[in-house]
């Protein structure tokens, strides 16, 4: 890495002025710093110096080099945060020793000029102050899949080939890595597990790189790069500096944020996350058969953020903090490995009236099953909305709830819970399944993928599921009063599925379920 010259120190100074902005004298310019960036944050505005430097994956050490990146910084992140990159500004010489911004003389640095928002907006303190919610976070999984559905399309990168150079890097940053942080004989296990799944993947791989699902992707989705900005999440920071790391799969950029999440204690998010993420993508759309690549995906997600941890850590001049950070490195490097060992899938299923609380009961018990970030939750309203392409908070009518249609609804579900148990991902299956068939349907596919299965019946008393029906907001079922009475007198023939209460709280109705699946050893 080279060192920063005069020039770039000089521009650092006059940065730290608040006349350079032209705010008063006294004003505070807060800066923060990078291994590769210093932000100057003044007044309402953020702006982005890049260091001189240079590392194998990025080059920034000339004034053209910097000002390329620059721009195209400004044009990768405008996809998803238009209000926040307002574009690039140079660093003038103004002769005599005098700097200005956005002066008439020769550029002798380049900016990016960003809209400031509170730090208190950042994901990352959101997390930390316990305010991120199931509907922050599906908002979240809503942008990232639209942003990821008109991402451009790249079939020069990724594929097995590419996910192997990542692995080799990481790697051999590990065993680069100052101090001798990482025992050798724990990176073989790790860089071996790593290329042995890998190598059973390759045909997986290749295949979704051939399908169009390695896209021009954010590159670095953890918290500390999202925000709410005008209250919604919006993505910044996306990575500008090397085409390998941000043209990747769509599931590997969805990795890092489901990692982020789970190593922070949020796994239950991480599960919310990733199920409204694949309720949005189409039908014909691949992702669910890419889940067998998540248990190799978050492992290398915690591997690059280990050795990038332990960079930071070797750098930093305060010895408390370095030694802070590099064993949160080490914590990150063995979770990597534990990644890749992830639990054998369950079926679980949960069935019940309109309004008993079946759905919020599946959703609810999915992230204590299986892998990270638990069950895919597998729900026929869901569907129904899918197959008729439309918004999942649109409302069908009558005709798309015949028995043919009510048929090809349980067909999709089917195939959907098949796939996912195929890739090695737990199912929850959330279904009314008023008919003994149904539920033998459900019990069926677990003996045609041999996995444990156990049946849940959320059961309340008619009263109690009106009053939710009424309450409802935002929700996908389109099930109402009518529905609800009409099968109260429905015939559920033998139910062999186990009952739950489910007329109470949420907490003793979850509390209840899991004890039930713990008692089968599922959980």
Not at 60 to 82: D, K
Not at 202 to 208: P, V
Not at 328 to 343: I, V
Not at 386 to 404: N, V, W
């Amino acid at each position: 890495m080279s060192a920063p010259d005069d020039s770039q120190r000089m521009v650092i100074d006059f940065l730290t002025d608040p006349v350079a902005f032209g705010l008063p004298p006294g004003t505070e310019v807060a800066r923060q710093e990078t291994h590769v960036s210093h932000i100057f944050l003044a007044g309402d505005r953020a702006y982005k110096l890049k260091k001189q430097v240079r590392f194998p994956y990025l080059d920034f050490s000339t004034l053209e080099a910097r000002r390329r990146a620059c721009e195209v910084e400004v044009t990768i992140n405008r996809r998803t945060a238009p209000a926040i990159y307002l574009g690039t500004v140079a660093v003038t010489d103004e002769g005599g020793g005098r700097l200005a911004l956005g002066g008439a003389g020769d550029p002798v640095e380049w900016l990016v000029e960003m809209r400031r928002f509170p730090d208190g907006a950042l994901f990352t303190h959101l997390a930390d102050a316990g305010a991120l919610n199931r509907r922050l976070m599906e908002s979240l999984a809503d942008s990232i899949q639209a942003f990821h559905g008109a991402a451009e399309i790249d079939r020069e990168h990724g594929g097995a080939s590419g996910i192997r150079a990542i692995i080799d890097n990481n790697d051999a940053s590990f065993r680069g890595a100052q101090g001798g942080l990482f025992n050798t004989d724990d990176i073989n296990v790790l860089t071996d597990g790593s290329r042995q799944l890998q190598d059973s993947l390759t045909a997986l791989l290749d295949a979704r790189r051939d399908s169009g699902r390695v896209r021009h992707c954010h590159g670095d989705l953890h918290l500390a790069n999202i925000c709410l900005f005008e209250n919604a999440p919006t993505l910044f920071d996306a990575i500008e500096f090397n085409d390998a790391f941000a043209r990747i799969d769509v599931l590997y950029d969805l990795a890092f944020l489901l990692m982020d999440l789970d190593q922070r204690g949020h796994r239950r998010l991480a599960s919310f996350v990733l199920n409204r993420y694949l309720d949005r993508v189409p039908l014909d759309g691949g992702d669910l058969d890419g889940l067998a690549l998540l248990p190799l995906f978050l492992s290398m997600r915690a591997a690059v953020r280990a050795h990038v941890g332990a960079s930071q850590a070797a750098a930093l001049a305060d010895a408390a903090e370095s030694r802070r950070r590099a064993g949160r490195a080490r914590e990150y490097f063995f979770r990597a490995r534990e990644y890749l060992a992830p639990p054998p899938p369950v079926l679980i299923a949960v069935g019940g009236l309109s309004g008993s609380g079946k759905s919020r009961l599946a959703r609810e018990i999915a992230p204590h099953l299986g892998a990270v970030p638990g069950a895919r939750v597998v729900r026929t309203d869901v569907q129904r909305k899918r197959l008729a392409g439309i918004d999942l908070f649109d409302r069908l009518p009558p005709e798309s709830y015949t028995p043919e249609a009510s048929r090809r609804t349980y067909d999709a579900c089917f195939d959907e819970a098949a796939r996912a148990l195929a890739a090695g991902q737990s199912v929850v299956f959330d279904a009314v399944s008023l008919k003994p068939e149904e539920r033998d349907g459900i019990e069926a596919l677990a003996g045609r993928y041999k996995v444990p299965f156990l049946g849940l019946w959320a059961d309340a008393p008619l009263a109690v599921r009106l009053e939710r029906i009424g309450s409802r907001r935002d929700n996908v079922s389109d099930a109402g009063a009518e529905v609800a009475r009409r099968q109260e007198e429905a015939d559920l023939g033998d139910m062999t599925w186990t009952v739950i209460d489910s007329s109470g709280t949420r907490k003793n109705t979850v509390a209840g379920a899991l004890a039930k699946i713990r008692d089968r050893g599922l959980a």
